[in-house]
């Protein structure tokens, strides 16, 4: 035990003696959490529409001046040319153009019937798609006034509450996902790489040929990792209470737990890579590419899962973070017990065994 | 010049002589050009509806059907309590709660109103957003077809404005179309950047860059033989990618001059590789390097407009992204591809790439000691 206590040690010097690393540990979670707290939203805002006006007349202008209703949308007026609208397009000046024909109000009066285009960069279909419905239902709003004096009582009211998320805010999806990123990145990355490199520098053959068990040693490699990345979730629990206003429902000691479980199947798996690779840039690269990308993609932070081919949601299930997200969400947000959670918590555990078992097999006592 | 043309071999050596590297450079990014694009779909559709109808009059189950015809929602369960339905949402089962309550028709006959219950798992925000607006409209459309059938006959002349919406450049509004020029981009950066912090930082780590520094070899020779071996991979996995499985696999034509984006693609990797000079400059080891690199190009990634929309940031936030070389680049890539925006377009975006070439490579070279 003492033995394993001085390996523990030795394996903290080496975190705390190289502030790069260390800064950057902490200095992301801190950066992410105001990034997506601040910055990145999926909303669409500040997107500029411009209005062709040929009509110039009483229902053109209560159009537009509806539309200008939104602060999210710029919208200014100007005639274009269909050469002109499309040179704007690509410079990427506008985003939507609505072009109102001549005479609309006279058609609509007595033909009873007008013509509206509305024409969107589909380049960025999320943004055109918004921009549409958006442009469409003001205008489906000004017709139904136009009609109001039909009226006839026959009102259903929706009443819509927002459940957990009130304001709509981006962070309380979002953070749940930083959390499960930032943990599952740091611990796969460091301690895979950290163990290459005493391979690749040799010192993992003095470590091999002492009395103490290997395994230990390997063991003894995770522990500072282990207790950065539980000092990591505290840091970005504070942060999204303290600075981005987050409720945090349920209970912090069921988060923890659930979490040091998350952080051991990430730590098994960044043993996996480091028993499967010789040096330190392959590890990197496979913890990087291999898993930066899809952790983004697969947690169903940013893309919602049910969207995905069949064949993605499987793929996706073999993501920890994908279980892991799901956890936080329940306790932190839902307020829910450990009741909710017993299925991802139990997954999340099979891998890690799954994991730590396949890594054990290939961990060899000697080198090529 | 012969100097150059040795390091470079040397470079290329070491590069084909990893076996274990090989594969992550030129396979892995492909095969993620290949599967991400499919799972980066914002369309909100698949709409999970858990639907409590204490009503069940014929309007009520109108209603209902009108809203499972719609094709956005998917009726996930039928009950009476709402207690149950809100378990739904606690499992994920169910994204929107309607809730009809008992006297739903006779109110709405007799007293000409009548309220509805929606309830939203808005954890995410814009979905719920868009949920709530679906419903709405499917509530909207139910509630005309009540009041025509309820008006008197021969007053129906109404004044009807039809508009008619066109999608130029993606007439389809093909989601792929949009990601999969950004991730390509971003799959390059990320070799570029960590292969190049990365090789040099080893060097050091092993001892060899002192071999080197105690040869006649010149300091810009021995970057040049750092930085072109990785240009030229930059240029090639881009190459595969955007016709190997931009072109065959999703179908994007590029609709401008690839002369142009090539041109851009040339001076972006310039600049990419000067980051990844300067992390390695400042770096000791290969763990430094990484992390640091790691660390950048997270921030990169995520203010690129890759994910969220530039647009949509706030002004602090629109400036460091525009400060950010994958930010252009991926803006670019979309318009040359799918709009075809020709050289005036772009010049803001190549300016300010030629600007981040000569500020990275600068402040690294600067930063490069041949010294230990």
Same mark, same amino acid.
Not at chain 1, 194 to 201: F, H, M, Q, W, Y
Not at chain 2, 279 to 287: H, P, R
């Given at each position: 035990?003492?033995? #394993? *206590?001085?390996?523990?040690?030795?394996?903290? @010097?080496?975190?705390?003696?190289?502030?790069?690393?260390?800064?950057?540990? #902490?200095?992301?979670?801190?950066?992410?959490?105001?990034?997506?707290?601040?910055?990145?939203?999926?909303?669409?805002?500040?997107?500029?529409?411009?209005?062709?006006?040929?009509?110039?007349?009483?229902?053109?202008?209560?159009?537009?001046?509806?539309?200008?209703?939104?602060?999210? #949308?710029?919208?200014?007026?100007?005639?274009?040319?269909?050469?002109?609208?499309?040179?704007? #397009?690509?410079?990427?000046?506008?985003?939507?153009?609505?072009?109102?024909?001549?005479?609309?109000?006279?058609?609509?009066?007595?033909?009873?019937?007008?013509? $509206?285009?509305?024409?969107?960069?589909?380049?960025?279909?999320?943004?055109?798609?918004? $921009?549409?419905? @958006?442009?469409?239902?003001?205008?489906?709003?000004?017709?139904?006034?136009?009609?109001?004096?039909?009226?006839?009582?026959?009102?259903?009211?929706?009443?819509?509450?927002?459940?957990?998320?009130?304001?709509?805010?981006?962070?309380?999806?979002?953070?749940?996902?930083?959390?499960?990123?930032?943990?599952?990145?740091?611990?796969?990355?460091? *301690?895979?790489?950290?163990?290459?490199?005493?391979?690749?520098?040799?010192?993992?053959?003095?470590?091999?040929?002492?009395?103490?068990?290997?395994?230990?040693?390997?063991?003894?490699?995770?522990?500072?990792?282990?207790?950065?990345?539980?000092?990591?979730?505290?840091?970005?629990?504070?942060?999204?209470?303290?600075?981005?206003?987050?409720?945090?429902?349920?209970?912090?000691?069921?988060?923890?737990?659930?979490?040091?479980?998350?952080?051991?199947?990430?730590?098994?798996?960044?043993?996996?890579?480091?028993?499967?690779? +010789?040096?330190?840039?392959?590890?990197? $690269?496979?913890?990087?590419?291999?898993?930066?990308?899809?952790?983004?993609?697969?947690?169903?932070?940013?893309?919602?899962?049910?969207?995905?081919?069949? +064949?993605?949601?499987?793929?996706?299930? +073999?993501?920890?973070?994908?279980?892991?997200?799901?956890?936080?969400?329940?306790?932190?947000?839902?307020?829910?017990?450990?009741?909710?959670?017993?299925?991802?918590?139990?997954?999340?555990?099979?891998?890690?065994?799954?994991?730590? *078992?396949?890594?054990?097999?290939?961990?060899?006592?000697?080198? +090529? | 010049?012969?100097?150059?043309?040795?390091?470079?071999?040397?470079?290329?050596?070491?590069? &084909?002589?990893?076996?274990?590297?090989?594969?992550?450079?030129?396979?892995?990014?492909? /095969?993620?050009?290949?599967?991400?694009?499919?799972?980066?779909?914002?369309?909100?559709?698949?709409?999970?509806?858990?639907?409590?109808?204490?009503? %069940?009059?014929?309007?009520?189950?109108?209603?209902?059907?009108?809203?499972?015809?719609?094709?956005?929602? !998917?009726?996930?369960?039928?009950?009476?309590?709402?207690?149950?339905?809100?378990?739904?949402?606690?499992?994920?089962?169910?994204?929107?709660?309607?809730?009809?309550?008992?006297?739903?028709?006779?109110?709405?006959?007799?007293?000409?109103?009548?309220?509805?219950?929606?309830?939203?798992?808005?954890?995410?925000?814009?979905?719920?957003? =868009?949920?709530?607006?679906?419903?709405?409209?499917?509530?909207?459309?139910?509630?005309?077809?009540?009041?025509?059938?309820?008006?008197?006959?021969?007053?129906?002349?109404?004044?009807?404005?039809?508009?008619?919406?066109?999608?130029?450049?993606?007439?389809?509004?093909?989601?792929?179309?949009?990601?999969?020029?950004?991730?390509?981009?971003?799959?390059?950066?990320?070799?570029?950047?960590?292969?190049?912090?990365?090789?040099?930082?080893?060097?050091?780590?092993?001892?060899?860059?002192?071999?080197?520094?105690?040869?006649?070899?010149?300091? %810009?020779?021995?970057?040049?033989?750092?930085?072109?071996?990785?240009?030229?991979?930059?240029?090639?996995?881009?190459?595969?990618?955007? &016709?190997?499985?931009?072109?065959?696999?999703?179908?994007?034509?590029?609709?401008?001059?690839?002369?142009?984006?090539?041109?851009?693609?040339?001076?972006?990797?310039?600049?990419?590789?000067?980051?990844?000079?300067? /992390?390695?400059?400042?770096?000791?080891?290969?763990?430094?390097?990484?992390?640091?690199?790691?660390?950048?190009?997270? /921030?990169?990634? =995520?203010?690129?407009? =890759?994910?969220?929309?530039?647009?949509?940031?706030?002004?602090?936030?629109?400036?460091?992204?525009?400060?950010?070389?994958?930010? %252009? &680049?991926?803006?670019?890539?979309?318009?040359?591809?799918?709009?075809?925006?020709?050289?005036?377009?772009?010049?803001?975006?190549?300016?300010?790439?030629?600007?981040?070439?000569?500020?990275?490579?600068?402040?690294?070279?600067?930063?490069?000691? !041949?010294?230990?």
């Amino acid at each position: 035990m003492k033995q #394993f *206590t001085s390996f523990v040690r030795k394996e903290f @010097y080496h975190v705390f003696r190289d502030p790069k690393s260390l800064l950057i540990l #902490f200095g992301m979670p801190i950066t992410l959490i105001v990034l997506f707290g601040f910055a990145l939203t999926n909303e669409i805002k500040n997107a500029r529409i411009v209005v062709c006006d040929y009509a110039r007349d009483a229902a053109s202008q209560q159009i537009i001046s509806r539309l200008s209703v939104s602060n999210n #949308f710029s919208i200014h007026q100007s005639i274009m040319s269909h050469e002109e609208l499309e040179s704007s #397009f690509k410079s990427g000046n506008i985003q939507l153009a609505i072009v109102i024909p001549a005479h609309f109000n006279d058609d609509l009066l007595h033909l009873k019937h007008a013509q $509206l285009q509305i024409i969107a960069d589909a380049s960025d279909p999320n943004t055109a798609t918004t $921009l549409t419905s @958006y442009a469409q239902s003001v205008i489906n709003s000004y017709q139904q006034e136009l009609r109001s004096y039909h009226k006839s009582g026959l009102q259903i009211i929706p009443e819509i509450r927002m459940l957990y998320n009130p304001e709509l805010k981006g962070a309380t999806n979002f953070v749940p996902g930083v959390m499960a990123l930032v943990l599952l990145l740091v611990c796969v990355l460091m *301690t895979s790489v950290s163990i290459v490199r005493e391979k690749e520098l040799g010192t993992m053959e003095v470590l091999l040929v002492s009395p103490f068990n290997p395994m230990m040693v390997i063991i003894a490699k995770a522990v500072p990792y282990f207790v950065l990345s539980l000092l990591n979730l505290a840091l970005i629990v504070l942060l999204s209470v303290g600075l981005l206003s987050m409720p945090f429902q349920g209970s912090v000691l069921l988060l923890f737990t659930v979490s040091s479980l998350f952080i051991i199947t990430a730590l098994s798996l960044g043993l996996l890579i480091s028993n499967s690779t +010789a040096s330190q840039q392959t590890a990197m $690269l496979i913890s990087l590419m291999g898993m930066l990308i899809p952790t983004m993609m697969f947690t169903g932070f940013l893309f919602p899962l049910e969207n995905m081919p069949v +064949a993605l949601q499987v793929i996706a299930n +073999a993501v920890p973070s994908k279980w892991y997200y799901s956890i936080v969400k329940s306790i932190m947000i839902k307020g829910l017990g450990f009741s909710a959670i017993w299925k991802e918590t139990l997954i999340l555990l099979g891998m890690t065994i799954f994991l730590l *078992t396949i890594s054990f097999k290939k961990f060899k006592t000697r080198l +090529a | 010049m012969r100097t150059l043309y040795f390091l470079l071999r040397k470079e290329f050596k070491q590069i &084909f002589r990893n076996k274990a590297l090989l594969p992550m450079i030129f396979i892995a990014p492909l /095969i993620q050009l290949l599967i991400l694009p499919l799972a980066a779909d914002y369309e909100v559709k698949n709409i999970n509806i858990s639907i409590i109808d204490n009503d %069940h009059s014929a309007y009520s189950r109108k209603l209902l059907k009108d809203i499972t015809a719609s094709g956005y929602f !998917k009726a996930v369960g039928y009950g009476n309590s709402f207690q149950a339905a809100f378990r739904q949402i606690e499992q994920d089962q169910a994204d929107l709660i309607l809730e009809i309550p008992a006297g739903f028709e006779k109110n709405l006959v007799k007293e000409g109103a009548q309220s509805l219950f929606i309830a939203v798992n808005a954890i995410n925000g814009s979905k719920a957003t =868009l949920g709530a607006s679906y419903l709405r409209r499917v509530v909207e459309d139910f509630n005309a077809g009540i009041r025509l059938s309820w008006m008197p006959a021969g007053n129906d002349q109404q004044a009807v404005i039809e508009t008619v919406s066109s999608n130029w450049y993606n007439a389809f509004l093909n989601y792929r179309f949009f990601m999969v020029p950004g991730i390509l981009v971003t799959l390059v950066t990320m070799i570029c950047v960590y292969m190049c912090a990365l090789n040099i930082v080893k060097e050091k780590e092993i001892g060899t860059i002192e071999q080197i520094n105690v040869t006649p070899v010149k300091k %810009h020779l021995f970057i040049l033989g750092k930085l072109i071996p990785f240009w030229i991979i930059g240029l090639f996995v881009f190459t595969v990618g955007l &016709f190997g499985i931009g072109r065959l696999v999703y179908g994007i034509v590029p609709q401008g001059n690839l002369l142009l984006l090539y041109g851009f693609l040339s001076l972006y990797l310039v600049a990419l590789l000067g980051i990844g000079l300067l /992390i390695s400059t400042y770096a000791e080891t290969q763990q430094q390097a990484m992390s640091v690199a790691f660390f950048f190009m997270m /921030i990169f990634m =995520l203010m690129s407009g =890759l994910f969220t929309s530039v647009d949509s940031m706030p002004a602090w936030a629109k400036f460091l992204a525009n400060c950010n070389p994958v930010t %252009h &680049f991926i803006k670019v890539m979309r318009m040359v591809l799918l709009k075809g925006s020709g050289f005036a377009d772009i010049q803001f975006p190549m300016l300010m790439m030629v600007g981040f070439a000569i500020f990275f490579n600068t402040w690294a070279i600067l930063n490069y000691k !041949k010294t230990v």
